[in-house]
């Protein structure tokens, strides 16, 4: 459940006459999703989605966000595009938030993604790295080695409640990953959260990318190694290399990986399976019982990164050289 800020029809139909978004027909909240508040608006004009910003999102990234969708979308990238306000703005605020109208995408999310969605992903993702070359903003990636270890600082003490040893595992795999972590591989603006949820489907053709909100500047085949964690691992945990090499395979048809980028693939999917484990078990520990948003399990991601520990080629991906 994501609507964590309501709002009432006066103040929605005050902030709306802050756009030329027509009048309003209908508004409903959004139950998918995690971070922010969602509604889904209906208008005499087009149908939009408002977005509510929530605590961890930090206000002063959002020029960067919105910002980004608007590069991305003018660069042919199917995306959420905000709209302005008549003064140009493209952030208000609504119940005491920050907020934005952005572009309704139509699709849908897949519940079980094949091998044939994961090259689509692949390919549009490589898409998405391109376009993003030339975006004036930057943002550093909160969620690298640094705020890893931010984060893992705040529950190690509890980690064991989850699973007997954890403490010791994690902390050794962080002391691995902060020595081998690459440095000079090529970097721009990543989505870093790119998961089946975050790509929209019409049938079988990928409509478009939503969820921009972890974006951030950082390596880009670190992205790919998020898409590989997320899409191509099957529900008893078994990596799937048919997807994964579709996924590789489309997103070389747009972007060729450099023969760094390969060697580097198992040590960055250790690190997103870490990144993603982290924040779970992060919030795991620390969502009061009762919260209306439905907790994700670290230990999916504990198995994965188990995985990659042991993989020690990126053939084992389904990478053919
Ligand atoms: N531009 C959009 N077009 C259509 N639906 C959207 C759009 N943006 C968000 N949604 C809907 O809202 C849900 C939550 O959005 P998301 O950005 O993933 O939220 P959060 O950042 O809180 O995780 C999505 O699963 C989708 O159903
Ligand atoms: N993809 C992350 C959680 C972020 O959720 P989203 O709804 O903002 O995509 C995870 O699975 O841990």
Known sequence: ???????????????????????????????????????????????????????????????????????????????????????????????????????????????????????????????????????????????????????????????DEVEEGLEAEIGAELDVLATHWPKDLPAGVIHADLFPDNVFFLGDSLSGLIDFYFACNDILVYDLSICLNSWCFEKDGAYNITKGKAMIEGYQSVRPLSAAEIEALPILCRGSALRFFITRLYDWLTTPAGALVVKKDPLEYLKKLRFHRAVTNASEYGLIA
């Not at 608006?41 to 977005?51: F, G």
């Not at 070359?133 to 080695?145: I, Q």
């Not at 893992?152 to 509890?158: F, G, P, Q």
Request: some cysteine; hydrophobic content about 45%; overall charge negative.
């Open 1 to 159: 459940m994501a609507v964590y800020t309501d709002i009432n029809e006066i103040d929605l139909k005050a902030f709306l006459a802050q756009y030329d978004a027509g009048e309003l027909l209908s508004y409903k909240g959004i139950a998918e999703g995690v971070e922010n508040s969602n509604f889904l608006l209906h208008t005499s004009n087009a149908p939009l989605i408002l977005t509510l910003y929530e605590k961890r999102v930090e206000k002063s990234d959002l020029p960067f966000f919105l910002g980004l969708m608007h590069h991305l979308s003018e660069r042919g990238l199917n995306c959420p595009l905000p709209l302005p306000r008549k003064d140009g703005e493209l952030l208000g605020e609504l119940s005491g938030r920050p907020a934005a109208l952005i572009s309704f995408l139509e699709g849908m999310w897949l519940r079980k993604p094949e091998a044939q969605h994961c090259r689509e992903v692949g390919a549009a993702l490589a898409r998405m790295h391109i376009a993003g070359e030339g975006f004036e903003l930057t943002r550093p990636n909160a969620l690298s080695l640094e705020g890893w270890q931010m984060l893992w600082a705040k529950s190690e003490a509890r980690a």
